[in-house]
């Protein structure tokens, strides 16, 4: 097939402060790509702006003002230390069940607490809202309908319809419904009390949230599931274990989003907008999304025009962040072509993976940039490897390995906390001065696995926990493992107060007269042994929750005990080195009987000072 790039080149800082190309070209043209390469007037070269803008707006006119080649962040400009990503559960059935569900839908100072009150407005430099799904609005939207509406607001019967929890279904419309009606749509009050406490206010739009998916087709009520989609069944992927998944090779797909975007700026002074494309990734049919990635590039592309469109207006720059995996061959693997986005300027901030312990492929996104150094966060969550919540020493451990491997700051994903309960936190967490001399748990990825035709196996494909998680694991008599545990303190003598560490290691199948032996960067560890046995312990791990307090969309609980049986290992301080610390484990004995090989569930190494 032929290829042809068709380059524009044009002069940017005219007396008009802007420049036009009409073009009317098909939106996906096979064979055929446009650029647009501004040549940078003198001037901007000595006030040090130096944006490439590659704008197409398919079928219609591009215009390409002065104010797009301003960077979102001059140079000289630190990066954002910590970005909150919330998921707007409180105006979802969640927030009155968090406050005890009072009388009546939620009031604007219930809203507005339980959405400040768990942030460190002194470390958290951005908060990233999530208004709902992105197939309906939890917000009065003129692009969308209301949650219900579709099923003209009848709701599930049901009380467990959200997760098991006990919340009223009907409030996932009501509470949204009666702030907007107040005077309080929920975008707007964002907006406000993030400027007025100094915090930049983005909105964070879920690209193809399937959570309508959920539950079989054809189950009515579901608030989640629009009008579009019952209606436009050809917009959705076949064959994917999430049905309801949306297909960017679908114009109209694209546009409606693009409307989604626009309004979001029309109406309300948010300083940026997250695009999570992470949320979830089934946007073609499972083995296509390389060959379809220009239809992301296409829409990135309209996307930047758009806000810079609204940006001139402004007077000021409208920053694009986007959610993508933590790898530049994953995200290509997946349709999303980190190179044109970057080359082509088509996004300010890169938000990396989902619920990381570590990231040493952050440099490979660094290579990619060649004008413009792009900050970049990775992702934490509050739960995952084991844990329903993370303990706060895996949180710390967590965070201190993304700083040290580079990080520029930290975003955190489904950060479900109400009330003042981890606020701190949340400070230790953005500095990491703060994380020195405290006590962590650095903890190995477990693999998900979630079977074909079960919601999570298309939408975990690029990611750490499906493709190279270390546990769980099978030993087997006379095989060795090894697995490397990344550690952030520095446990040089004289250079550090740490006293103690203790490895953990949980097991399934394990027999009375197995025989381990395990090695920590080459230094043999005691493995405790009781009656001829290894000696398992319960490792353990509780959480006392503050009365009040606690996780939108969890059960109520003021106490969670997370412990697990294990062994547990003194490991002497001078075995462990800052970076890769390498565990290796040998069964050199089975127990007679047993045919399952020895699984290791979690490997866990905590320090302590």
Same mark, same amino acid.
């Given at each position: 097939?032929?290829?042809?790039?068709?380059?524009?080149?044009?002069?940017?800082? +005219?007396?008009?402060?802007?420049?036009?190309?009409?073009?009317?070209?098909?939106?996906?043209?096979?064979?055929?790509?446009?650029?647009?390469?501004?040549?940078?007037?003198?001037?901007?070269?000595?006030?040090?702006?130096?944006?490439?803008?590659?704008? *197409?707006?398919?079928?219609?006119?591009?215009?390409?003002?002065?104010?797009?080649?301003?960077?979102?962040?001059?140079?000289?400009?630190?990066?954002?230390?910590?970005?909150?990503?919330?998921?707007?559960?409180?105006?979802?059935?969640?927030?009155?069940?968090?406050?005890?569900?009072?009388?009546?839908?939620? @009031?604007?100072?219930?809203?507005?607490?339980?959405?400040?009150?768990?942030?460190?407005?002194?470390?958290?430099?951005?908060?990233?809202?999530?208004?709902?799904?992105?197939?309906?609005?939890?917000?009065?939207?003129?692009?969308?309908?209301?949650?219900?509406?579709?099923?003209?607001?009848?709701?599930?019967?049901?009380?467990?319809?959200?997760?098991?929890?006990?919340?009223?279904?009907?409030?996932?419309?009501?509470?949204?419904?009666?702030?907007?009606?107040?005077?309080?749509?929920?975008?707007?009050?964002?907006?406000?009390?993030?400027?007025?406490?100094?915090?930049?206010?983005?909105?964070?739009?879920?690209?193809?949230?399937?959570?309508?998916?959920?539950?079989?087709?054809?189950?009515?009520?579901?608030?989640? *599931?629009?009008?579009?989609?019952?209606?436009?069944?050809?917009?959705?992927?076949?064959?994917?274990?999430?049905?309801?998944?949306?297909?960017?090779?679908?114009?109209?797909?694209?546009?409606?989003?693009?409307?989604?975007?626009?309004?979001?700026?029309?109406?309300?002074?948010?300083?940026?907008?997250?695009? #999570?494309?992470?949320?979830?990734?089934?946007?073609?049919?499972?083995?296509?999304?390389?060959? /379809? &990635?220009?239809?992301?590039?296409?829409?990135?592309?309209?996307?930047?025009?758009? *806000?810079?469109?609204?940006?001139?207006?402004?007077?000021?720059?409208?920053?694009?962040?986007?959610?993508?995996?933590?790898?530049?061959?994953?995200?290509?693997?997946?349709?999303?072509?980190?190179?044109?986005?970057?080359?082509?300027?088509?996004?300010?901030?890169?938000?990396?993976?989902?619920? *990381?312990?570590?990231?040493?492929?952050? +440099?490979?996104?660094?290579?990619?940039? @060649?004008?413009?150094?792009?900050?970049?966060?990775?992702?934490?969550?509050?739960?995952? /490897?084991?844990?329903?919540?993370?303990?706060? #020493?895996?949180?710390?451990?967590?965070?201190?390995?993304?700083?040290?491997?580079?990080?520029?700051?930290?975003?955190?994903?489904?950060?479900?906390?109400?009330?003042?309960?981890?606020?701190?936190?949340?400070?230790?967490?953005?500095?990491?001065?703060?994380?020195?001399?405290?006590?962590?748990?650095?903890?190995?990825?477990?693999?998900?696995?979630?079977?074909?035709?079960?919601?999570?196996?298309?939408?975990?494909?690029? /990611?750490?926990?499906?493709r190279a998680a270390p546990v769980p694991m099978n030993l087997n008599v006379g095989s060795v493992a090894e697995m490397a545990i990344p550690l952030a303190d520095d446990a040089s003598p004289g250079r550090s107060s740490l006293s103690?560490?203790?490895?953990?290691?949980?097991?399934?199948?394990?027999?009375?007269?197995?025989?381990?032996?395990?090695?920590?960067?080459?230094?043999?560890?005691?493995?405790?042994?009781?009656?001829?046995?290894?000696?398992?312990?319960?490792?353990?791990?509780?959480? #006392?929750?503050?009365?009040?307090?606690?996780?939108?969309?969890?059960?109520?609980?003021?106490?969670?005990?997370?412990?697990?049986?294990?062994?547990?290992?003194?490991?002497?301080?001078?075995?462990?080195?800052?970076?890769?610390?390498?565990?290796?484990?040998?069964?050199?004995?089975?127990?007679?009987?047993?045919?399952?090989?020895?699984?290791?569930?979690?490997?866990?190494? &905590?320090?302590?000072?």
């Open positions: 097939m032929l290829s042809v790039q068709l380059v524009f080149f044009y002069v940017t800082g +005219s007396s008009s402060g802007s420049v036009s190309v009409f073009t009317q070209v098909a939106d996906d043209f096979s064979g055929l790509t446009l650029s647009f390469l501004p040549i940078l007037h003198p001037v901007e070269y000595l006030y040090g702006f130096d944006r490439r803008s590659f704008l *197409l707006a398919a079928g219609g006119t591009l215009t390409t003002p002065l104010a797009s080649v301003l960077q979102a962040q001059p140079p000289g400009t630190a990066p954002r230390r910590l970005l909150v990503n919330c998921d707007g559960s409180m105006i979802h059935c969640f927030g009155r069940a968090a406050l005890g569900n009072p009388e009546g839908p939620l @009031t604007r100072e219930q809203f507005v607490s339980l959405v400040f009150t768990p942030l460190d407005e002194k470390a958290v430099d951005a908060l990233f809202f999530s208004f709902g799904s992105g197939n309906v609005a939890e917000y009065q939207s003129n692009v969308l309908e209301w949650p219900g509406e579709a099923d003209q607001f009848r709701f599930p019967e049901a009380r467990t319809w959200h997760g098991g929890i006990e919340v009223d279904p009907a409030d996932q419309y009501r509470n949204p419904r009666a702030l907007a009606d107040s005077g309080a749509n929920p975008p707007a009050v964002v907006v406000e009390e993030c400027h007025r406490r100094g915090i930049d206010a983005f909105v964070s739009l879920r690209m193809n949230d399937c959570h309508d998916g959920q539950h079989a087709k054809g189950v009515r009520p579901n608030p989640e *599931l629009p009008t579009f989609k019952r209606q436009n069944l050809d917009w959705l992927v076949p064959d994917l274990d999430m049905w309801s998944a949306l297909n960017y090779a679908h114009p109209r797909v694209r546009a409606l989003k693009l409307r989604l975007i626009e309004e979001f700026f029309d109406r309300w002074d948010f300083d940026g907008i997250e695009l #999570d494309w992470l949320r979830h990734t089934m946007h073609f049919p499972r083995g296509t999304e390389a060959e /379809n &990635a220009h239809h992301l590039n296409t829409f990135m592309r309209q996307v930047r025009h758009v *806000l810079n469109q609204r940006a001139e207006k402004r007077g000021r720059p409208i920053e694009i962040a986007v959610r993508i995996p933590e790898r530049v061959d994953w995200c290509l693997e997946g349709g999303f072509d980190i190179r044109a986005w970057i080359a082509e300027d088509l996004v300010d901030l890169l938000i990396l993976g989902q619920g *990381l312990t570590e990231l040493p492929s952050l +440099s490979e996104f660094r290579t990619l940039m @060649t004008a413009r150094q792009l900050p970049i966060y990775p992702c934490v969550t509050t739960y995952g /490897n084991g844990y329903r919540i993370y303990p706060e #020493d895996v949180v710390r451990g967590n965070a201190a390995n993304l700083w040290r491997d580079g990080a520029d700051g930290l975003s955190t994903f489904n950060w479900f906390f109400h009330g003042d309960w981890r606020r701190s936190l949340l400070g230790q967490i953005a500095d990491p001065a703060r994380l020195t001399g405290r006590d962590k748990r650095y903890v190995l990825v477990q693999r998900v696995e979630a079977p074909r035709r079960e919601p999570g196996g298309d939408y975990v494909r690029f /990611n750490t926990q499906s103690t560490a203790e490895l953990c290691i949980g097991f399934e199948f394990s027999g009375k007269s197995d025989e381990l032996e395990l090695t920590l960067n080459g230094q043999r560890l005691a493995v405790h042994r009781e009656d001829d046995r290894i000696e398992m312990d319960s490792v353990n791990q509780q959480i #006392d929750i503050p009365a009040g307090q606690g996780l939108l969309g969890f059960p109520s609980k003021q106490s969670l005990d997370l412990s697990f049986a294990g062994l547990r290992i003194d490991v002497p301080v001078e075995f462990l080195a800052a970076g890769h610390n390498y565990l290796t484990m040998e069964l050199q004995r089975r127990t007679p009987g047993i045919d399952h090989p020895l699984r290791v569930t979690r490997v866990e190494l &905590a320090t302590y000072y």
